[in-house]
């Protein structure tokens, strides 16, 4: 019983670091890696579809994306929503690709994207303590219930909170690399 609540508060904790480290990707760093492009939506048929799912993605070089179309008839598409998408690139399109030149850092930018990148990072510590909340909770209730004794419970609400202590540490470890990532020019 005690055993399926931990492991249920570490499914848990390892699901916000996995969410952190998905929001995290989709962060510019100055150099071009296809996941920043996952958030685009192409009108494909009438359905939203993700942009990998109707086109070749690529990167030629650290700067840019190349982006080719399984159909021609939806580079039209694939443009617009590229620039709906609010992503901060202007497509260049040649009648057969699609090219995106992602532009420079600035200073300013970057400390806004430093900002948010602890708005992300303090959301996934948030995420962990309420696993911990949660886990503590259901003890709480087996003790009360009479399921388990009252050290029992004490020594499972420690052992959650030293695996919660160690999944903070990996959040903010997590977000610091990315801050150094961000800052490195």
Excluded at 14 to 34: F, H, M
Excluded at 104 to 133: G, H, P, Y
Excluded at 134 to 141: G, H
């Amino acid at each position: 019983m005690i055993n399926e609540v931990k492991q249920k508060s570490k499914d848990k904790m390892q699901n916000s670091i996995d969410s952190l480290l998905n929001e995290l990707k989709k962060v510019r760093t100055g150099r071009a890696q296809v996941s920043m492009l996952d958030s685009v939506k192409v009108d494909y048929y009438g359905n939203p579809s993700p942009l990998n799912q109707v086109a070749s993605l690529s990167c030629p070089d650290a700067k840019s994306f190349l982006i080719a179309p399984w159909e021609a008839s939806i580079l039209k598409d694939i443009e617009q929503a590229i620039v709906k998408s609010d992503i901060g690139m202007t497509p260049q399109n040649d009648g057969k690709v699609i090219r995106l030149k992602l532009p420079e850092l600035t200073e300013e930018r970057r400390k806004q994207l430093v900002k948010q990148i602890k708005k992300t990072v303090e959301e996934a510590r948030v995420s962990v303590r309420m696993a911990r909340r949660d886990a503590n909770d259901e003890l709480k209730r087996l003790q009360k219930d009479k399921v388990i004794s009252e050290d029992e419970q004490k020594s499972a609400q420690d052992e959650v909170q030293k695996v919660t202590d160690d999944y903070i540490k990996q959040v903010d470890k997590i977000g610091d690399d990315k801050e150094k990532e961000l800052m490195t020019i």
